[in-house]
């Protein structure tokens, strides 16, 4: 299970290939068949299309998500918006209890609503800081598996080929018929 767990983020990038080349297979074909196009050119049109897609959906998804917590992190930190927010969350409570609260019972509400916006701004912190690392490495992801792509896409047929040659025939027999 450990080598598992060592081994699947290196094939993740080539089995999503593989999978999106064999999902592009059917629609290649119906075009192939229409126009008379080359299937490996329209399979690897397909492939490429949909991983174009793909990532520039992670992208700006990833791109608002970093932006709305850089501007949240940065307005609670202009001026003294943490203030005015703890005098927010104080003055219910001396709604409810009368004119004004115990000098006692203020300080604590003060000092454990400083102590949560403090976690929440550290919590952002470390939220942009793992976004700064995890994007090379999406980067690279993205790189190994459009160049995976490209090659699944343009052999497929031959790679399936190699597959089927490899596994016991009993097993290639349930994969034709699935």
């Known amino acids: 299970m450990v080598v598992l767990d060592h081994i699947f983020p290196v094939l993740l990038p080539f089995m999503i290939s593989y999978a999106i080349a064999c999902l592009t297979t059917a629609p290649a074909i119906k075009i192939e068949q229409r126009t008379g196009a080359s299937r490996r050119k329209l ?5 490429l299309f949909s991983l174009l897609v793909l990532s520039l959906l992670i992208f700006f998804i990833g791109r608002y998500s970093l ?10 930190l202009e001026g003294d918006k943490i203030s005015g927010l703890i005098s927010g969350v ?3 409570m001396e709604s409810i209890f009368g004119s004004s609260l115990p000098d006692e019972i203020k300080s ?17 912190g470390t939220l942009v800081s793992s ?13 190994v598996t459009l ?20 596994l016991p025939e ?9």
Do not use: C, H, M
């Open 90 to 92: 104080l003055d219910p």
């Open 131 to 143: 976004a700064a690392v995890f994007l090379p490495k999406l980067f690279l992801f993205l790189v």
């Open 43 to 47: 399979r690897l049109f397909i492939s």
């Open 147 to 166: 160049i995976s792509l490209v090659y699944f896409s343009l052999d497929l047929e031959d790679l399936n080929a190699k597959i089927k040659s490899v």
């Open 108 to 124: 604590q509400l003060t000092d454990a609503a400083r102590a949560f916006f403090s976690k929440i701004i550290s919590a952002l």
């Open 170 to 178: 009993s097993f290639g027999k349930k994969l034709t018929s699935a």
């Open 67 to 76: 932006i709305t917590v850089w501007e949240i992190a940065k307005n609670l």
